[in-house]
C-alpha cells in the first residue's frame, strides 16, 4: 500500500511511502486481537479490591436470640453476612490480573490492528517534523491542517520528542508515543493514525 506524505501543514509534499504488506496488508485476527486487548486491561488493573468478611468485622458475638421457638429463622450473632452492617460473603480479595500472552500472538494481534486501520483508510502520513519548543497552538495548527482536529488520533514518533510531547499533553484526544510504545489497544482505541515518515520506516520491520 502506498500513501502520500503530508507536512505539518496539511499540504501534500509530492512524497510517497510503502506501508509493508506483511504488517498493514494481512487478514486480521480478530481473536488475537481479543487477547491482547484483554492482557492490555487486565495488566493495568490494580487488584487491590478488598470486603470484610464475617471474621473480619468488628461487633459483638452475643447471639441476638435464641436458637428455637421463636417462629422465624436461626440467628447468629450481629456479624452475620445476612444483617445490616455484617459481613459479606466471598467478598473481593485483592489478586494479580496479569497474565502471560506469546510474543508472537502479540506480535499478530498489533499486525491485525493496524491493517484495520490501513484498510479504514485511517492513517495519514506527516514528514518527519520538530517544535523548536512546546506550543499547544503550533499542535492543533497542524491537526487542523491535517484535517483530523476533530478525531480521536494517536500521533507515533521514531523517537522521543519532548517538545511535541509537552505540546499535545494538554489535548483530550490526542496521544503522542513513539515505535516501542505502540500496541494493540493504542491502535484501535484511536479514530485517527498519524505517522511520522521515520516510524512508518520502524513499523514495516514488525
Not at 87 to 94: A, L, N, Q
Not at 149 to 178: G, H, P, W
Not at 184 to 195: G, H, Q, R, Y
Amino acid at each position: 500500500m502506498e500513501l502520500s506524505v503530508y507536512n505539518i501543514k496539511g499540504e501534500a509534499t509530492g512524497k510517497t511511502v510503502e506501508l509493508n504488506d506483511s504488517v498493514f496488508g494481512i487478514e486480521p485476527n480478530d481473536h488475537a486481537i481479543y487477547l491482547d486487548v484483554k492482557q492490555f486491561l487486565a495488566n493495568g488493573r490494580q487488584g487491590t479490591h478488598k470486603s470484610k468478611e464475617r471474621s473480619e468485622i468488628t461487633g459483638s458475638t452475643r447471639k441476638l436470640k435464641k436458637q428455637k421457638g421463636t417462629g422465624g429463622a436461626r440467628c447468629g450473632d450481629i456479624k452475620s453476612p445476612t444483617m445490616v452492617g455484617g459481613g459479606r460473603i466471598f467478598g473481593p480479595k485483592p489478586r494479580d490480573y496479569h497474565f502471560k500472552l506469546n510474543k508472537k500472538v502479540k506480535s499478530l494481534a498489533r499486525r491485525s490492528a493496524l491493517a484495520y486501520k490501513a484498510q479504514a483508510n485511517a492513517i495519514i502520513v506527516v514528514e518527519d517534523f520538530a517544535f523548536e519548543t512546546p506550543k499547544t497552538k503550533d499542535f492543533v495548527a497542524m491537526t487542523k491542517g491535517l484535517q483530523v482536529a476533530d478525531k480521536k488520533l494517536v500521533l507515533v514518533l521514531a523517537d522521543q520528542n519532548k517538545n511535541v510531547y509537552l505540546s499535545a499533553r494538554n489535548l483530550e484526544k490526542t496521544s503522542v508515543i513513539t515505535v516501542p510504545e505502540l500496541n494493540t489497544f493504542k491502535v484501535l482505541d484511536a479514530k485517527c493514525l498519524v505517522l511520522t515518515e521515520g516510524s512508518v520506516a520502524a513499523i514495516n520491520n514488525f
